[in-house]
């Protein structure tokens, strides 16, 4: 849909494709990130941290993969559901499964 250059110049966003972030941690605001290239992994910090979870979620074929409680997320709509349910239910631990492009 457009560059990584474009979104620099346009809107000052710093787009590092072929980047995998594979730890976040949230008292120090740091991701841990591969690059999928190198194989270099580095700390990048944040002020704020959004997930772009990609395209469309995916419907495991395994069971229970459609139980309540087992959301994908995607839009807006998908975080207020989820929010929902840890209120109602006042949910203290998750578990996240999921891969990107």
Not at 31 to 36: E, K, M, N, S
Not at 61 to 66: D, E
Request: charged fraction near 25%; charge should be neutral; proline fraction near 9%.
């Amino acid at each position: 849909m457009t560059t990584p250059k474009l979104l620099r110049q346009r809107f000052r966003i710093d787009v590092r494709a072929r980047q995998e972030v594979v730890r976040i941690d949230r008292a120090r605001q740091q991701v841990q990130v591969t690059d999928l290239e190198s194989g270099r992994t580095y700390l990048e910090g944040y002020d704020y941290l959004v997930l772009a979870p990609g395209p469309a979620p995916l419907h495991p074929p395994i069971p229970g993969a459609a139980l309540p409680g087992v959301f994908t997320l995607r839009t807006i709509p998908d975080t207020d559901a989820i929010i929902n349910w840890i209120e109602e239910r006042q949910t203290r631990e998750a578990v996240v499964i999921g891969a990107g492009w």
